[in-house]
């Protein structure tokens, strides 16, 4: 069997040359052999910049090649769906970008052309696979805050480039679909549930008509509340905060890879201790799952499913912020 698998990176994308490409050649069972762009010469200097041994001037090219195991897809959202389904077609794994698709129905579609042809599939969220996650879920599953009744969370930043694609309606932007999604992710991650009741509000932006800063609510089927901001226009956080009828648990550091040890605040009553978690790549463990998975025949430990759930629920809230 094969030690390691050879990846394919479907653009030139800056989350891919910042993140992903450098966590695949950190990794134990990865390794980086082509690019594609829309150009040759913008794939060939991208290529020579990060050390990656071919460069292809189209995406079809790349999906084509015999010697790539599986697709790194980080275009923009509204074009996950038609290349994700082509890789499937040419028989290719993919782990692609989140927010996995446009809207829920293409998320479903997606997921079905690649389990009708038994190929692996994942959509690209990193910060579950971080033992900082891991732990919190844990501590949730061992009772450290009796029965939860509220997760609330926040993931803002201030857009430097009104050029920027998460401007752009066309492409499926909007903070909901950017930075949100992982607020909407976490709850449903730690409650374990999906929401039943989902409400928005929301500040859509003049020329780029899209929600550039969006506050939302759910209702779990236990009771559970979730709530959380998410924005483009907003100073940076990124933080989750989970409260039960006997503790609570803050994570100041809840969604980016983290450079540094980051701290668990956990209080039960009065009485708050802190746990560290050491510095880790969440980015290296999650392409480390996925290429595991494919060596070994099993599925991701996030099956695709939960990304149609997630997107149902984004669809949700952006209907409800929308009126």
């Not at 050879?6 to 390794?31: C, D, F, M, Q, Y």
């Not at 150009?39 to 460069?55: K, M, S, Y």
């Not at 999650?286 to 060596?295: G, I, R, S, T």
Request: proline fraction near 5%; include cysteine.
């Amino acid at each position: 069997m094969a030690e390691h698998i050879r990846w394919g990176i479907l653009s030139t994308a800056r989350i891919g040359e910042t993140r992903v490409i450098p966590a695949i050649k950190a990794s134990h069972n990865g390794r980086v052999v082509a690019v594609a762009s829309r150009t040759h010469e913008r794939a060939a200097a991208f290529a020579q910049q990060n050390d990656i041994p071919t460069a292809y001037g189209s995406y079809d090219e790349l999906i084509a090649a015999p010697d790539v195991d599986a697709i790194y897809i980080p275009i923009p959202n509204s074009e996950h769906a038609a290349w994700s389904i082509k890789a499937a077609e040419a028989g290719k794994p993919v782990l692609c970008e989140k927010p996995l698709a446009s809207n829920a129905a293409e998320a479903q579609t997606m997921v079905d052309a690649f389990a009708a042809r038994g190929l692996l599939f994942a959509e690209a969220f990193m910060y579950r696979f971080h033992p900082q996650t891991v732990r919190v879920k844990a501590l949730l599953n061992e009772g450290a805050v009796g029965d939860l009744q509220i997760v609330s969370a926040a993931f803002t930043f201030a857009i430097r480039n009104e050029a920027d694609i998460r401007l752009r309606a066309d492409l499926a932007g909007g903070a909901l679909m950017d930075v949100g999604c992982y607020c909407v992710n976490v709850m449903r991650h730690m409650t374990g549930e999906e929401p039943a009741t989902l409400r928005a509000v929301a500040r859509f932006g003049a020329a780029s008509g899209v929600d550039e800063i969006i506050s939302g609510a759910m209702q779990f089927p236990s009771g559970a509340i979730g709530h959380f901001d998410a924005g483009l226009r907003a100073s940076r956080a990124h933080t989750y905060e989970i409260r039960g009828t006997k503790g609570r648990i803050v994570v100041d550091q809840g969604f980016v890879p983290h450079e540094n040890d980051t701290v668990i605040q956990v209080w039960q009553g009065d009485d708050k201790s802190e746990i560290s978690i050491p510095t880790a790549n969440s980015y290296t463990l999650m392409v480390e799952d996925f290429a595991d998975a494919l060596l070994n025949g099993r599925a991701p430990q996030y099956p695709p499913s939960d990304a149609v759930a997630n997107m149902r629920a984004i669809d949700a809230l952006l209907a409800s912020a929308r009126g």
